[in-house]
């Protein structure tokens, strides 16, 4: 009985001595300075910094210090020239296609030509495309497109760079989204190539704990009122794509229906692009940069804290609630229906 009584006390003391270590391992953490590299003598690269996050935070490293080698897809377009003007001379403008084996080679050899003495610090994976289309809609070359700049555009672009900053045992960021784990209508695709994305990011960061390399993971919610992520299509776009069969099933009416939700949904997202942009610069410079970062609304941030956790069952439940998951059921069945119920007059009548 004694024995029992001892060991349940050991027990005790041990769980609370762990919780308490936790708790003060966390709050010194917090007092700590989150920031605390100056990029002096540090260069990182950045894709996609034409618009949006990327050509934000090249501007912040920028007023940091940091060598900011500027991946853009179009190197004489407005924003990369924007982004020039607003910079100093240490930000430098490349042509990075992600696509491309070409340019990515180009931008190697540049960047190593100019690297400041202490190397490639960092490496910001944010170049991404995204579209929206129910899975039956799209096409093969609509997967494509998406995986081939979000997901093999990361790949290519790391392959390439990783030697430069496991040399100066620096930062990997991946710019996911919050559609790699929260899955729904209409972003196959889109959720394909970030699901994709993160499954690499994290086999990475696996093999880049013996390197003293770190990766990091943003994955922000809805912010597609802050940057121009948002490429706007019409009911009549979709219409057009679509077979007779697709036609017969999905009715204009739904289409149209499904487009206008579409575009409520994204008028709902912020236009501060600043927590996404903190977050990227926290996962370059501070001492212990997070593994993932969830960014969001508050009601966002706790739907999609808890999403992973449910069960299959209870997550596929979640969109039964949405009144377009009805009206979508209501929409293509009800013409079926019609229909069957014309076959069963006709079947009547004669
Ligand atoms: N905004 C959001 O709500 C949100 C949410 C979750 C995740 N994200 C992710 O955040 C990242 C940045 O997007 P953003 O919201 O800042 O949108 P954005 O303003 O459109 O920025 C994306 C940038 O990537 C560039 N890009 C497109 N294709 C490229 C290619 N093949 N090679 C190199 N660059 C290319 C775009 O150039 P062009 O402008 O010339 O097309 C643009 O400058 C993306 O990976 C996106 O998936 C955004």
Request: hydrophobic letters at 45%; glycine letters at 6%; proline letters at 3%.
């Amino acid at each position: 009985m004694n024995n029992i009584y001892s060991l349940s006390q050991i027990i005790g003391i041990v769980s609370i001595s762990a919780a308490l270590i936790f708790v003060l391992a966390k709050l010194v953490s917090r007092r700590c300075p989150s920031h605390v590299m100056d990029g002096c003598g540090y260069a990182v690269l950045i894709t996609g910094c034409d618009s949006g996050f990327g050509h934000q935070l090249a501007q912040c490293l920028d007023r940091r210090g940091f060598v900011v080698f500027a991946g853009c897809l179009s190197p004489d377009g407005a924003g990369s020239q924007t982004l020039a003007q607003r910079s100093s001379s240490n930000l430098k403008i490349l042509k990075l296609d992600v696509t491309s084996d070409e340019d990515v080679q180009q931008a190697k050899k540049t960047v190593q030509e100019n690297l400041p003495e202490k190397g490639l610090w960092a490496v910001v994976n944010n170049a991404g495309v995204s579209d929206w289309a129910e899975i039956e809609w799209s096409t093969i070359d609509d997967f494509s497109n998406l995986v081939d700049i979000n997901l093999f555009g990361c790949i290519r672009t790391s392959i390439a760079f990783l030697p430069l900053v496991r040399a100066s045992k620096g930062r990997m960021v991946f710019m996911s989204s919050t559609f790699s784990f929260f899955y729904c209508l209409n972003m196959g695709a889109y959720s394909v190539s970030k699901r994709g994305l993160e499954a690499f990011a994290d086999c990475l960061r696996v093999e880049m704990t013996s390197f003293g390399v770190k990766v990091s993971i943003i994955q922000p919610g809805n912010f597609s009122q802050a940057t121009n992520i948002l490429k706007m299509k019409t009911g009549l776009d979709i219409w057009e794509k679509l077979n007779d069969e697709q036609k017969q099933i999905f009715n204009r009416q739904y289409i149209e229906l499904a487009n206008e939700y579409f575009g409520f949904m994204c008028s709902k997202g912020s236009n501060d692009a600043e927590p996404v942009v903190n977050a990227m610069l926290h996962a370059v410079t501070a001492a212990q940069p997070r593994y993932r970062y969830l960014l969001g609304s508050a009601m966002d941030l706790f739907l999609f804290w808890l999403f992973p956790f449910l069960p299959t069952v209870l997550g596929d439940a979640v969109f039964s609630l949405s009144s377009m998951y009805n009206k979508r059921k209501e929409m293509i069945y009800a013409k079926k229906e019609k229909k069957k119920n014309v076959y069963f007059i006709f079947y009547l009548y004669f």
